[in-house]
């Protein structure tokens, strides 16, 4: 029951009528009797101030953020977390006693988990990571100093995958980066990683594939799109290792929970709420 003491969160974003986040965090708000709400909060690229100022009103706990506010919303906080800083985007807003608001990222921690409960094979092996927006830098971080041996870097605009290239070399030095102009030239054995939106259900990009190379036997495949995206569908007619980004969707959505009401997150159940209603959107 929503009354005068009912707690709210929300999802800060664009285009975010696709959007699964809500099912999970209401069902986890209550299996664990937590009085507080999770809505969207449509916010258009130009006018991330005014969803600022929602969050700063008493009723607000926080937010998860999404495309295309993940960098943008920095100069908006009070305080960001180190693993954001370096990331250089953030996820998830939290509000500290004192109604500061501190960015987080979880979505580094949610694509680890995601790599080692599907079992993807990731050290010692090339990366070819398709995208150079937040979710590429969290994914970057993730693999970097993990074993990885070169982490290939493609992006439409060559300008962003060299920053992100550049970002990082300062944290990771021993780490190899590559700029790659033309994925198809890439014929090493690749862990494909697609964090671009391409493929996203109900919008333009639905039917897009990202560049990428001929998919080779030797291959695997995670798209961080968690609805099946053509790139998955090609991926599972060569019989590849591949998935799309459900899990890391839930482990990142996981430790948000766990940060705004300090308790651990019921994990089972919103894997449950998460698929119920996937299964449903497909059907339908």
């Known amino acids: 029951m929503i009354d005068g003491k009912t707690k709210i969160l929300g999802l800060i974003g664009s285009d975010i009528e696709h ?23 449509s916010t258009p690229k130009d006018n991330l101030s005014a969803a600022i100022s929602i969050l700063r009103s008493p009723s607000f706990l926080g937010a998860n953020i999404t495309q295309p506010h993940k960098k943008e919303i920095l100069p908006f906080l009070d305080r960001i977390d180190p693993i954001a800083e370096r990331i250089g985007a953030v996820n998830t807003v939290i509000k500290d006693e004192n109604g500061m608001l501190i960015g987080k990222n979880s979505d580094v921690f949610g694509f680890l988990s995601a790599l080692k409960e599907s ?4 050290t010692d092996k ?16 993730a693999l970097s100093g993990m074993g990885t041996r070169s982490i290939y870097v493609y992006n439409r605009t060559t300008a962003k995958a060299i920053a992100l290239i550049e970002h990082f070399q300062s944290y990771y030095p021993n780490q190899s980066y590559v700029l790659c102009t033309n994925p198809h030239e890439l014929i090493i ?11 996203t259900p109900n919008t333009s990009l639905a039917q897009a594939f990202p560049p990428h190379p001929t998919l080779k036997p030797s291959d695997s495949l995670i798209d961080l799109v968690y609805h099946p995206t053509p790139l998955v569908q090609k991926a599972s007619q060569k019989c590849l290792v591949s998935a799309d980004g459900q899990s890391m ?16 997150a019921p994990i089972r159940e919103m894997r449950t709420a998460l698929q119920t209603h996937l299964d449903f959107w497909n059907a339908s």
Do not use: E
């Open 189 to 199: 054995p690749l862990l494909i990683v697609n964090a671009t939106p391409l493929g």
């Open 19 to 41: 959007s699964l986040s809500y099912c999970m965090h209401n069902y986890a708000a209550s299996k664990r009797s937590i009085n507080a709400v999770y809505v969207p909060i």
């Open 126 to 141: 090339d990366v070819l990571i398709l995208g150079a927006g937040g979710a590429a830098y969290a994914v970057t971080d």
């Open 249 to 264: 969707l839930l482990h990142q959505a996981a430790l948000s929970f766990s940060w705004w009401f300090q308790t651990s």
């Open 119 to 122: 079992r993807f094979p990731y």
